[in-house]
């Protein structure tokens, strides 16, 4: 099996916080989708004849898009790669851009899955983060899409946001979990080089929330979806039972997936490429019938620390009979080794011989899955 990923980069206007590539040129819509959907054609054979069981509509803000846009898409996926075998196909979307309108139109299109972008229920946050929603706003569109008949809802929200408090996240945690939606991503607040949110770090006027905060805030994600019946089933994904994303959910089990439009990344298991993040140069290569991008041959070594990096932020973690399969001895007594101090310090343990974080563990992830990648 396989997914699409398709990256639409237009956005009304741009969060202080986004590193992702997105431009505000809306008028170049059209030829947008014109130049995508060559792409999609010219990369017919990329995914080797895999099913297509996932498709992703990402950005940027895919909601931007019209019907005529997503079935001229749809129409060229379905004749170039079929669609029978999909089981899931997602759309990102902004709350304020589904109205009833809208959200009739999209159940009138092949979209199984919506993952609104809400971030915080709190509205002097939403203003400084630049989001065009309001709490309002944002509780009303997940009620219309359950109203009028799109039942997998996943919400985005982000915590550690500056001067945040206990009080502000456990308010936006119960307001998220009164939504009762199927599944649930949780992010910590980066600071991104080059954002406008970076400038107002530096420039003193924004400030980051301490570790100890930073840790309170997770502990408290985790406790308060625990108890409502959310499977805690990656670092920063949450669901009802059997509603994770499956599109994610490849990524981090290693299946190949095609990306087209500006900087989308492919995988195909042996190498990545990633197309040119330049919305203008994009639609002029496809114009002409060339692609710019750059593409990686992964070395054995890379391939190991990608699965590491992926499999272990997952409840399921790393199959150490897979990994000794995949990657050999050297690779597999080196894992070994290297987790040793922390199944001693019971931050890992083997569990149906899967090597996975504790929940000790997750608190300190980023450190563990470093220390067991490997580095010459």
């Not at 809400?118 to 309001?134: A, G, P, Y």
């Not at 080196?334 to 040793?340: G, I, N």
Request: proline letters at 3%.
């Amino acid at each position: 099996m396989a997914g699409i990923y398709i990256h639409i980069p237009f956005c009304k206007t741009r969060c202080i916080y986004c590193d992702f590539y997105s431009t505000t040129h809306e008028e170049l819509k059209e030829a947008y989708v014109q130049a995508l959907c060559k792409e999609l054609r010219m990369r017919k054979d990329y995914l080797k004849g895999n099913e297509v069981e996932t498709i992703y509509f990402g950005g940027g803000t895919p909601s931007r898009l019209n019907e005529d846009n997503f079935r001229l898409i749809f129409d060229t996926i379905g004749q170039t790669y079929g669609m029978k075998t999909c089981r899931e196909i997602t759309l990102e979307a902004n709350p304020d851009d589904l109205t009833e309108e809208y959200v009739n139109m999209l159940r009138e299109l092949p979209f199984n899955r919506i993952s609104m972008g809400i971030q915080t229920f709190d509205d002097s946050m939403l203003k400084l983060l630049n989001r065009r929603h309001t709490a309002h706003q944002a509780i009303e569109a997940v009620e219309r899409c359950r109203r009028l008949g799109l039942n997998n809802i996943s919400i985005d929200l982000i915590y550690g946001l500056p001067g945040e408090t206990n009080k502000q996240w456990a308010r936006d945690l119960r307001q998220a979990v009164s939504l009762d939606v199927e599944h649930l991503s949780a992010y910590h607040l980066t600071y991104e080089e080059g954002t406008p949110l970076y400038r107002l770090l530096k420039a003193d006027r924004v400030h980051e929330v301490d570790e100890e905060r930073s840790i309170q805030f997770f502990a408290m994600l985790m406790d308060v979806l625990a108890k409502t019946g959310y499977e805690h089933y990656e670092i920063s994904n949450f669901c009802k039972p059997e509603r994770y994303s499956r599109h994610n959910r490849s990524y981090w089990q290693g299946i190949p997936y095609l990306g087209c439009g500006p900087s989308a990344h492919s995988f195909d298991t042996q190498s990545r490429e990633w197309n040119i993040a330049s919305l203008e140069e994009y639609i002029r290569a496809l114009n002409q019938g060339r692609r710019v991008y750059e593409k990686e041959v992964l070395s054995l070594d890379t391939q190991y620390n990608e699965r590491i990096m992926t499999s272990l932020r997952t409840r399921e973690g790393i199959d150490l009979s897979l990994l000794e399969n995949l990657f050999g001895s050297r690779l597999f007594t080196y894992c070994q080794r290297m987790a040793a101090p922390y199944l001693k310090s019971r931050k890992l343990e083997v569990y149906n011989n899967h090597l996975r974080l504790t929940r000790e563990g997750i608190f300190t992830s980023d450190g563990i899955i470093s220390d067991l990648m490997f580095v010459e």
